[in-house]
């Protein structure tokens, strides 16, 4: 008898291994990074305890971790909202940058009105303007049906030199010895801090909108629809549900999602316009739906995490190493989730047998 | 050197790594992978080649070790999305991060050092002597040469050969492929590390050729450009030539306008090559909507054996 190995397909998936896979996932993902670090020559103890010390390690520590979390939640969700209909926004970088200058366009239209108008003014203004943003590349996709992946990252790449140009251009700080970023934005529309502690208001408010998001996804008709549009276009089509519409709408609220980031970096981080005011969030953001999956509330826990590996990476302070072990790190979780998850919905068989041809016990092969 | 003699030069140069890239993401397409790891390859193979370059002082060894380090990842999507059936689009964005992450840690120690070995242009007697198009392609390096003769081949290989209609038949309709014989996976696998093979080099082209430098996002999104370059040549290899060249030329504007002295911001410039590019598939994809786009039917679409029927 020849020695014969195949994936046989598992009828489901237990819960122990549902909540094992992440835990496996993000250990394995450690070790990775600990090579890299290794071959970076670094010590992989001394990093990861200089890690934790920066993120986790202290009061100052925690809340900087919490407000990063804050820009990385939106992001995230805008990508994973989208990605309810089945629409993959890559964007979310390009629409963060265009909220972030959407919001100082209101700052410096008006600069002398009180922060209590002025700063819903210009959140509104990032909304709108991620939001068109990303209906540049909807539309294309609604009416021809044309991919938004590719669409949407090279508006990551336009947006990115119209912020430049701006900075370099008409908004560029007279007091800036030719640095690339804005005026600053009048002090009462600097984001306030929540009470008595060192985590701004942003932490809150992205928080509102991942429930806000939940809840129209979740729980109306509205998110209901999205869904059967996205998981099913021809049931959607059969309903007679707006499907182009609909797919518009998706990357209006998913851009504005994005560009509420924007509003968030430019009042509680930078203060001013600057090409970097992204720091790659949208590109995180990517990677914290996919690790989040179908759960919209799952994403501000993912977002603690992923935010705690950035901030402790810059305590690394190695030029190519301080950006990248976190994204290495976050990337090898997914992929150790997407084996694992694979894996865990198939069996590994090895047996001193041929391998069967045509199995009863696989699901698929009776099901169409 | 005249203008047009510029022009063309800068469209050929930068039109070379871009065919290399594009043309290895399409026989992965055709065989039904879609990677949208091509930047994150090409990062790689540009660190990994300069890395190697500058160690060895031997540039075909770099250009080697890029086509490995590119077909290592490429390897891994094959085996995620072919193997074990995952959705390519999650697997190919996150080893396009995963990629660019590697390289800036690879090639973190040589930024901003310069390339110690050149790579020589061999201008090609007689040819090279033809005004305007002598210069501009008949008196590069192996590289320009290789892209642009690679092309025929592939087209060859792809529509008069045994493995040619394998790859097309996986593509297409992988169950009824597999029914005749054809090794659905193995053809897939491949595919795949054939595109990131491709990939690597054209990333080592940028390090050890173009820039002659490594620094962290040195391809600047072209892998991006040579996915859409595969869409504006609906999949078919012997179109990928007049896109890149078109790409190439754009990519270059920059540059032409340096050298006539002409100022233009580079930001509106450095705009240039993805606006045109998205604009371009938008009117692309609205001509080709009655010849139904040249799209492999089964791209995407992970291949199960169990679920024939």
């Known amino acids: 008898m020849p020695l014969s190995v195949w994936w046989e397909r598992r009828g489901s998936v237990s819960t122990a291994r549902r909540v094992a896979i992440p835990i496996v996932a993000i250990t394995l993902a450690l070790a990775v990074g600990a090579i890299v670090l290794w071959f970076a020559g670094i010590s992989p103890g001394g990093a990861y305890s200089s890690m934790i010390e920066a993120s986790l390690g202290s009061g100052r520590g925690i809340a900087a971790t919490l407000m990063r979390a804050a820009p990385l939640m939106l992001t995230g969700l805008a990508v994973a909202f989208a990605l309810r209909m089945q629409l993959w926004n890559i964007g979310a970088e390009g629409q963060l940058l265009l909220g972030a200058t959407g919001a100082t366009a209101v700052y410096f239209a008006f600069p002398t009105l009180p922060g209590w108008i002025l700063m819903p003014l210009a959140a509104v203004a990032a909304v709108l303007a991620g939001g068109l943003w990303a209906t540049i590349a909807a539309v294309p996709r609604a009416l021809i049906g044309l991919n938004e992946i590719i669409t949407t990252l090279f508006l990551n790449y336009i947006a990115l030199r119209f912020v430049s140009l701006l900075v370099y251009g008409p908004w560029q700080d007279p007091e800036g010895k030719g640095f690339a970023y804005s005026k600053p934005i009048p ?60 797919v518009i709408s998706v990357m209006l609220v998913s851009g504005g999602i994005a560009g509420m980031a924007g509003f968030l970096q ?18 995180t953001g990517i990677l914290l739906a996919f690790l989040a999956g179908r759960h919209l509330l799952m994403i501000p826990v993912v977002a603690v995490l992923f935010s705690a590996l950035i901030q402790g990476g810059y305590s690394l302070q190695t030029d190519g190493l301080s950006n990248s072990i976190s994204v290495i790190i976050q990337c090898v979780i997914i992929l150790f989730v997407l084996i694992a998850g694979a894996a865990s919905s198939y069996r590994l068989r090895v047996a001193w047998r041929p391998r069967p041809q045509q199995r009863s016990t696989s699901p698929r092969a009776v099901a169409p | 050197m005249n203008f047009l003699t510029v022009a063309l030069t800068s469209a050929v140069v930068l039109g ?27 990062l790689v193979g540009a660190a990994a080649g300069f890395a190697i370059t500058y160690n060895s002082k031997n540039a075909w060894l770099g250009v080697a070790a890029a086509a490995v380090a590119g ?3 490429a390897l891994v999507h094959a085996f995620v999305c072919v193997s074990l059936r995952v959705n390519q689009i999650v697997s190919g964005l996150t080893l396009a991060l995963l990629g660019a992450a590697l390289a800036a840690v690879l090639g973190r120690e040589y930024a901003g050092v310069p390339m110690p070995v050149k790579i020589p242009n061999l201008p090609i007697p007689l040819l090279s002597e033809i005004p305007v198009i002598g210069p501009a392609l008949f008196s590069r390096d192996l590289f320009v040469y290789a892209a642009f003769v690679m092309v025929p081949i592939a087209s060859l290989v792809l529509y ?44 080592a082209y940028f390090s ?61 410039l450095g705009m240039m090559p993805y606006a045109i590019t998205l604009l371009a598939l938008v009117i692309v994809w609205l001509r080709q909507r009655r010849g139904g786009h040249g799209v492999p039917r089964a791209l995407g679409i992970p291949y199960e054996r169990e679920s024939r029927t």
Not at chain 1, 199 to 223: D, Q
Not at chain 1, 266 to 283: C, E, K, N
Not at chain 2, 36 to 42: I, K, Q, T, Y
Not at chain 2, 230 to 236: K, L
Request: proline share 4%.
């Open chain 1, 187 to 246: 002090d009462q529309g600097l984001m306030g801090f929540l009470w008595g502690t060192d985590v701004t208001t942003g932490v809150a408010l992205s928080l509102v909108f991942v429930a806000v998001s939940w809840y129209t996804i979740a729980r109306t008709r509205w998110g209901f629809s999205t869904e059967i549009l996205g998981g099913n276009p021809s049931a959607g089509i059969y309903l007679q549900l707006p499907a182009k519409s609909r």
């Open chain 1, 266 to 283: 430019l009042t509680a981080v930078t203060g001013r316009l600057q090409p970097d005011i992204a720091s790659g969030y949208g590109y």
């Open chain 2, 16 to 42: 070379a790594p871009l065919i290399l890239a594009a043309l290895g993401e399409l026989i992965a397409e055709r065989s039904g992978v879609l990677n949208l790891s091509v930047e994150g390859m090409m």
């Open chain 2, 71 to 73: 077909a290592l990842l």
């Open chain 2, 160 to 203: 008069r050969t045994r493995v040619g209609q394998w790859l097309r038949a996986t593509g297409e309709a992988p169950a009824a492929a597999d029914s005749a014989g054809v090794p659905v996976y193995t053809v897939r696998y491949a595919a795949v590390l054939l595109g990131g093979l491709l990939a690597g080099t054209a990333g």
């Open chain 2, 208 to 268: 050890i050729a173009y820039s002659r430098t490594w620094s962290d996002g040195l391809t600047a999104g072209r892998g991006w450009i040579a996915i859409a370059l595969v869409i504006f040549a609906s999949w078919r290899p012997l179109l990928l030539i007049p896109g890149a060249l078109l790409f190439g030329f754009i990519d270059s504007l920059n540059f032409q306008f340096q050298t006539l002295g002409i100022q233009v911001s580079t930001d509106l």
